[in-house]
């Protein structure tokens, strides 16, 4: 069973800075992609930013030039860089692992942003 362990989430002020990581068990041959989810309350499930396989990334237009994403495939490991970090963004982010086989997610981690 393939596991996902994030880490990173926390509390800061409007402005500030966080960075989230998230380790995945999946072998780094059957990865499609990795890429952090995010979900507000009362909202639904939205993508944040996504790097496949051959290193090409996507971003939410709410989050280009802020967050940037990257990944350590020796270690199955994204991350993802979160400055000028807005009120709007808080919500419980999500990793995501693609597999040519599967879909997998993390528990999620609480991201607050203060005004």
């Known amino acids: 069973q393939v596991q996902l362990v994030e880490s990173g989430g926390g509390l800061v002020q409007a402005g500030g800075s966080l960075t989230l990581s998230c380790v995945t068990s999946a072998s780094i041959f059957s990865i499609k992609t990795m890429g952090w989810y995010r979900q507000a309350p009362g909202k639904q499930r939205e993508l944040v930013a996504a790097?496949?396989?051959?290193?090409?990334?996507s971003y939410a237009d709410s989050v280009k030039g802020r967050f940037t994403i990257s990944r350590t495939n020796a270690k199955n490991t994204v991350y993802l860089q979160m400055n000028s970090l807005k009120p709007e963004d808080t919500a419980v982010y999500y990793c995501n692992t693609q597999t040519w086989y599967d879909d997998y997610w993390g528990q999620g981690t609480q991201v607050t942003i203060s005004s």
């Open positions: 790097i496949a396989r051959d290193g090409s990334t």
